[in-house]
């Protein structure tokens, strides 16, 4: 398996931009995460879907962010529209079942300007 | 938030066993530890986990206390490549039997020659 794949690696985008960032997770994996990470917060979770239905997004900071996940393979995060403090790098994971490991995908770096 | 503490930071030669303690106190019987590490700006990635039993794979080994407030994962001979910041995380359940990781700061380890 190519494991999780992200794309794009790396956005930049002008303040006041609709953003998309997307995650194919690992086939057969029935959860699925994204994460943000930055220098001041870490890495934080932001949304967590199991079986396609999002079960938590106490973590999604503000109504620009929004996200999907209209089939098992694939999955969306919009942020519209963008702000500079959005900058960061977002990751997805997926895994299968509750108590087992999540893989990481490489993430996305987004800048903001 | 994260329910685990570990120093911040940690060096260790290489070629020598590097011991990475967490202390998460407030554990429950049904949660499980994990041990995620974060190489320079790469998605983390996973190393082990365990719920009472010590647990060992191709990668690390992961002792539990009996009373499960403490865990050390184990690098057996520690290289160069083995810089990076490791997570220690307690899956943190929510309802509906799911559970969710939180990363907290983590330890950043320094293999030096």
């Known amino acids: 398996d190519a494991g999780v794949i992200q794309s794009p690696r790396h956005e930049v985008t002008e303040m006041g931009q609709e953003v998309t960032l997307r995650c194919k997770p690992i086939s057969g994996h029935n959860s699925l995460f994204w994460y943000r990470q930055t220098m001041m917060r870490g890495l934080e979770l932001l949304i967590y879907?199991?079986?396609?239905?999002?079960?938590?997004d106490s973590g999604m900071p503000e109504d620009r962010f929004s996200a999907k996940m209209p089939n098992a393979s694939f999955s969306t995060l919009k942020i519209q529209p963008s702000e500079p403090r959005d900058s960061a790098v977002y990751f997805c994971?997926?895994?299968?079942?509750?108590?087992?490991?999540?893989?990481f995908g490489q993430g996305t770096r987004l800048t903001v300007v | 938030d994260a329910k685990t503490t570990q120093p911040t930071s940690m060096d260790c030669a290489e070629g020598r066993a590097a011991n990475l303690p967490c202390n998460h106190s407030?554990?429950?019987?049904?949660?499980?530890v994990y041990w995620y590490r974060q190489i320079h700006s790469q998605g983390p990635q996973y190393i082990i986990h365990?719920?009472?039993n010590n647990e060992t794979n191709e990668m690390a080994s992961l002792i539990i206390t009996e009373d499960r407030k403490s865990s050390t994962l184990i690098l057996p001979h520690a290289t160069l490549r083995d810089t990076a910041v490791y997570y220690c995380?307690?899956?943190?359940?929510?309802?509906?039997?799911?559970?969710?990781?939180?990363f907290g700061a983590g330890t950043r380890l320094a293999v030096h020659p």
């Open positions: 407030t554990i429950s019987g049904n949660e499980y």
């Open positions: 994971a997926s895994r299968r079942g509750q108590n087992t490991e999540a893989f």
């Open positions: 995380i307690v899956s943190l359940p929510f309802s509906g039997g799911y559970n969710k990781l939180i």
């Open positions: 365990g719920l009472k």
């Open positions: 879907f199991n079986n396609n239905v999002p079960i938590d």
